[in-house]
T-cell receptor, first 116, second 116 residues
Framework: DQQVKQNSPSLSVQEGRISILNCDYT??????FLWYKKYPAEGPTFLIS?????DKNEDGRFTVFLNKSAKHLSLHIVPSQPGDSAVYFC???????????????FGKGTLLTVNP | DGGITQSPKYLFRKEGQNVTLSCEQN?????MYWYRQDPGQGLRLIYY???????QKGDIAEGYSVSREKKESFPLTVTSAQKNPTAFYLC???????????????FGPGTRLTVL
């Protein structure tokens, strides 16, 4: 049972336009969400995160929106650049019985291609 | 220059042999993690360690073993009991793993293990 879903395997946008990557989750205990960017044969690079007490977090060209009632989050990249072309993973975590977030549950990723 | 190093980047082994993957960090992070990525899949947690001389199983620990004798090092051994060992292995670390604290996990560059 996939608890974190990225339903679009790929997305193609033009340079300068907005990229919107979507992620849905089923576990209502998730309270911390992250986006990672990954190039082939490399480790994921942390982009941005959001706690469940917020509905928006912004860092430069990257903004993450969280809709808890819909169990949905999205990553907006504005403006998109060719160097943004990579696989983007959504990840979520919940506090365990000891009160710590230790385990990240990942989606399968979305391949973003930004065309010049 | 702080970071997480994993060596080697590519590793080949014959079926039935144990193999140990290295992970070192100089970020002074307390917590370390091992994930596995398979094609078209998200990352799955194998083992994690909150502190030296302590580690816990993740979702897919069968066929793997770890040790945490030093804060900086968290080697992963893929044993012959692991039925499908060919995969991309990623090590991560975070500052700490405490109740009520959510720290971002940062990843190393990964090791591609191929079992022939």
């Amino acid at each position: 049972d996939q608890q974190v879903k990225q339903n679009s395997p790929s997305l193609s946008v033009q340079e300068g336009r907005i990229s919107i990557l979507n992620c849905d989750y089923t576990n209502s205990m998730f309270d911390y969400f992250l986006w990672y960017k990954k190039y082939p044969a490399e480790g994921p690079t942390f982009l941005i995160s959001i706690s469940s007490i917020k509905d928006k977090n912004e860092d430069g060209r990257f903004t993450v929106f969280l809709n808890k009632s819909a169990k949905h989050l999205s990553l907006h990249i504005v403006p998109s650049q060719p160097g943004d072309s990579a696989v983007y993973f959504c990840a979520a975590s919940a506090r365990n019985s000891g009160g710590s977030n230790y385990k990240l549950t990942f989606g399968k990723g979305t391949l973003l291609t930004v065309n010049p | 220059d702080g970071g997480i190093t994993q060596s080697p980047k590519y590793l080949f082994r014959k079926e039935g042999q144990n193999v140990t993957l290295s992970c070192e960090q100089n970020l002074n992070h307390d917590a370390m993690y091992w994930y596995r990525q398979d094609p078209g899949q998200g990352l799955r947690l194998i083992y994690y360690s909150q502190i030296v001389n302590d580690f816990q199983k993740g979702d897919i620990a069968e066929g793997y073993s770890v040790s945490r004798e030093k804060k900086e090092s968290f080697p992963l051994t893929v044993t012959s009991a692991q039925k499908n060992p060919t995969a991309f292995y990623l090590c991560a670390s975070s500052i700490r793993l405490l109740a009520g604290v959510t720290d971002t996990q940062y990843f190393g560059p990964g090791t591609r293990l191929t079992v022939l």
